[in-house]
T-cell receptor, first 113, second 111 residues
Framework: DAGVIQSPRHEVTEMGQEVTLRCKPISGHDYLFWYRQTMMRGLELLIYFNNNVPIDDSGMPEDRFSAKMPNASFSTLKIQPSEPRDSAVYFC???????????FGSGTRLTVV | SQQGEEDPQALSIQEGENATMNCSYKTSINNLQWYRQNSGRGLVHLILIRSNEREKHSGRLRVTLDTSKKSSSLLITASRAADTASYFCATDERGAQKLVFGQGTRLTINP
């Protein structure tokens, strides 16, 4: 397995634009997590899915953020409209269980100017 | 919200020395995990220790857990330059159904 695959690796966009981040989890992992990492706030859990169903989205900052998982092999995190304070590294991770070891992707570094 | 807090925030040692990092947490947990993050990369799972375990080994890694003190330590023996990275502890509060990461310890191994 190629691991958790995220795209793009880097994204630079202008304030107000829509941004879509993509993730392909490891096959067979029932859980998928979206995290955001910044120097100030560290690693924050945004939302996680179990068997494609959103379970906990309490970490999603505001309505500008949305996440979907249409099938077991694909998830998206969308920010519309984007703002400079959204600049961060966004990680996707997958796992067999919510409290077992997570496999992280390489992340998407988002810069909103 | 942050559950685990690592100490120290940064650690710099010479190659070959042992590195010890600590993690403290606030509530009862099912397990505690340690992860490594190299610069510009995702986190990599190192080791998981369950709440009924006191010590666990994996290669040059040794993890201890003291649930009475709500703390854990990660020891890396005979450090190498390749161990330079940030190390995070992560805990799952009982009933919380999610893993919460600390702020991490930045470890630098000097050749």
């Amino acid at each position: 397995d190629a691991g958790v695959i995220q795209s793009p690796r880097h994204e630079v966009t202008e304030m107000g634009q829509e941004v879509t981040l993509r993730c392909k989890p490891i096959s067979g992992h029932d859980y998928l997590f979206w995290y955001r990492q910044t120097m100030m706030r560290g690693l924050e859990l945004l939302i996680y899915f179990n068997n494609n169903v959103p379970i906990d989205d309490s970490g999603m900052p505001e309505d500008r953020f949305s996440a979907k998982m249409p099938n077991a092999s694909f998830s998206t995190l969308k920010i519309q409209p984007s703002e400079p304070r959204d600049s961060a590294v966004y990680f996707c991770a997958s796992s067999f269980a919510v409290n077992y070891g997570y496999t992280f992707g390489s992340g998407t570094r988002l810069t909103v100017v | 919200s942050q559950q685990g807090e690592e100490d120290p925030q940064a650690l710099s040692i010479q190659e070959g020395e042992n590195a010890t990092m600590n993690c403290s947490y606030k509530t009862s947990i099912n397990n505690l995990q340690w992860y490594r993050q190299n610069s510009g990369r995702g986190l990599v799972h190192l080791i998981l220790i369950r709440s009924n375990e006191r010590e666990k080994h994996s290669g040059r890694l040794r993890v201890t857990l003291d649930t009475s003190k709500k703390s854990s330590s990660l020891l890396i023996t005979a450090s190498r330059a390749a161990d330079t990275a940030s190390y995070f502890c992560a805990t799952d509060e009982r009933g919380a159904q999610k893993l919460v990461f600390g702020q991490g310890t930045r470890l630098t191994i000097n050749p």
